[in-house]
């Protein structure tokens, strides 16, 4: 076993102990030390890409499903630029991943050599911690094998700490790089075995404790009625159940963002908001305090609501330190793993005696909002947001949903109905970027592999990322994509440039016309083309129950969809009115 082996092997070994289950790799030759290592390993199950920008929004949609560390390794060079968008993304949205770069040793670096370039903090201030880990030796002390253990470990607990995010380790090897012997390299393999009791294991623990805190913040919820509390993106099964214990001691509706995990879930629907985005604007309801749960909401209307209330008590609960609130009005930032925040509140709420007049009025809101909606999209013409209603509609329990961003991930939003259903919703709201939009709905998908998968994504969107398909059976996951193709930038039509033509068409929308289906025949993917609304509600059903992988096409105008929209949106705000709420 010659060094680059040995080191490989050990630090993989660790990795492994430490918790380590999935790796996602793409081919090269400086990483070969650490490729073989991984391949040998029967404890983790390695995802083959065959480009780094895929194998990284992969990962990072696998992370993101499984909430728990993904490893991405490369070979030197440009190979890690490549992944520079998913580290960016992860960053943003507190994913754990681990990225280990393969790097020519210390003598070729700033020399002219092929394939080098500077690798040191490349990913600048989007990563944890940065480690450029030391180049292998023939005869390392004992310190530095236990030192490479512990950086193992040491970097799996950084990126899945309570302020996940992404750890990068960069490692020089020198040549031969093949686990061939070299004269003068012998090791022990057993080195560091599992009863070396001197390898830290470093465990994550964070709770919120009250106290007067706590106390003071539950008894003015316990006089104040007009509460309202809002989950935006992402909170986990016991975090939404915990979230609605608290709302029914209190009486509150709970406004559900489309990503939080609240809106299509198996639990009681009685007190969730899901139409906010299209009725807010139509109401005069004026909350006295606001609790939220996770990040901002998608909705722009929702957002607004809450800067034209101007709360005079704002108290935002996050599962990490991350500040999220761009018009500055959170009165209370809470750190805080969400679940015990909700049940220590408890015994301050449960014997509070709210009139149900506040709740029952959102109640009806949102009854009368979906009623208008469930309406027009059985009577009226057909549009992408009917689409995206229709996949909530039609999608089985427990499947895997991700929204790629632009209009998508709005209409989901928008048109998203609450179900009594457990839906896994994902979207990469971060940077909220257009790229790698399939690779990571991939890699969410492959996180439940036995659930259906299902990805909504617009042409541009798709056109980003079509080299992501190779993985729908190199690496074995079924997906139904829904395309919304309205040939171009769909989205810009909603901007006030949309008046100045032919610049906005040629420079906003930038129609592509292209013919997609060949991209689904390259892949090895069915493909459907639908119009009407019985035509994709059959075709869909067929892809999902069969576990095909297919591609659904939508084609529509997006100024005749932005429209249909705003005709929608005038109906549930005539019916809200009728009512002088």
């Known amino acids: 076993m010659n060094r680059n082996t040995f080191y490989a092997t050990t630090f993989v070994d660790e990795l492994a102990r430490a918790g380590l289950h999935h790796v996602c790799a793409a081919p090269g030759s400086r990483h070969t030390p650490l490729m073989l290592a991984f391949a040998k390993d029967e404890r983790f199950k390695v995802w083959p890409h065959l480009d780094e920008r895929s194998a990284s929004f992969f990962a990072l949609g696998l992370a993101r499903a499984l909430d728990e560390p993904v490893a991405l390794i490369c070979t030197s060079g440009t190979a890690g630029a490549n992944m520079y968008p998913a580290i960016i993304e992860a960053h943003q949205s507190r994913i754990p991943l681990l990225v280990i770069t393969a790097d020519r040793p210390p003598e070729l ?21 940065f480690v450029d880990a ?3 030796e023939s005869n390392p002390p004992t310190v530095a094998i236990r030192n490479l253990r512990t950086l193992a470990d040491r970097a799996l607990a950084k990126a899945k700490g309570l302020r996940k995010g992404v750890v990068h380790i960069n490692m020089p090897f020198r040549k031969p790089l093949e686990p061939t012997e070299v004269e003068g390299d012998i090791f022990d393999a057993s080195s560091g075995a599992e009863n070396d009791k001197s390898v830290p294991r470093t465990q994550m623990y964070s709770s919120y404790i009250f106290k007067e805190y706590g106390e003071e913040i539950g008894h003015e919820l316990y006089k104040i009625e007009e509460g309202l509390i809002i989950c935006g993106p992402t909170l986990t099964e016991k975090e939404v159940v915990a979230v609605q214990s608290l709302a029914s001691a209190l009486e509150y509706p709970i406004v559900v963002d489309a990503l939080s995990g609240a809106r299509f879930e198996n639990h009681r629907l009685d007190r969730l908001v899901g139409s906010s985005e299209l009725m807010l604007d ?25 800067v034209k209330l101007n709360p005079s008590r704002y108290i935002a609960v996050s599962s990490d330190d991350t500040w999220s609130d761009d018009a500055h009005l959170i009165t209370d930032f809470i750190p805080s793993n969400i ?3 909700c049940y220590e509140l408890m015994p301050f709420v449960l014997s509070s005696s709210h009139d149900l007049w506040w709740l029952e009025g959102w109640q009806s809101v949102e009854y009368i909002a979906w009623e208008t909606i469930d309406h027009e999209m059985a009577n009226g013409a057909y549009f992408d947001g009917g689409v995206v209603y229709d996949v909530v509609d039609l999608i089985p329990d427990g499947s895997t949903l991700f929204a790629g961003n632009s209009l998508p991930v709005r209409h989901l939003d928008q048109f998203g109905k609450p179900q009594d259903k457990r839906i896994y919703t994902y979207a990469n709201r971060g940077a909220s970027g257009i790229d ?14 036995d659930a259906p998968l299902v990805s909504i994504l617009g042409d541009i969107t798709f056109y980003h990322d079509m080299n992501g398909l ?11 994509i829904v395309l919304l193709n309205n040939d171009g930038g769909g989205i810009f039509q909603r901007l006030p440039i949309n008046q100045f033509d032919p610049e906005f068409t040629e420079w906003f929308v930038t129609p592509h016309g292209l013919d997609y289906s060949h991209a689904a025949k390259m892949y090895g993917l069915e493909w459907v083309s639908v119009q009407g609304r019985e035509e994709f509600r059959q075709a869909f059903s067929a892809s ?6 297919t591609i659904i096409e939508f084609r529509s105008d997006a100024k005749t969809d932005l429209a249909r929209r705003n005709e929608i949106v005038a109906a549930v705000h005539a019916r809200l009115k009728e009512l002088d709420l």
Not at 436 to 449: F, H, Q
Not at 470 to 480: E, I, K, M
């Open 134 to 136: 030391a180049l292998p």
């Open 544 to 549: 999902v129950t069969g576990r095909t992988s």
């Open 470 to 480: 190779l993985a729908v059976h190199r690496c074995g996951v079924p997906v139904t």
């Open 339 to 341: 679940e015990p925040f």
């Open 109 to 129: 670096r700033h020399s002219g050599a092929n394939q080098t370039i500077d690798q040191i903090k490349m990913f600048g201030d989007f990563v944890l911690w």
């Open 282 to 306: 139509a109401i005069n309801y004026t909350s006295k305090v606001i609790l939220r749960f996770g990040s901002m909401p998608l909705s722009k209307k929702l957002n607004d609501y809450v």
């Open 436 to 449: 790698g939009n399939i690779s990571t709905a991939l890699g969410a998908g492959a996180a439940r592999p």
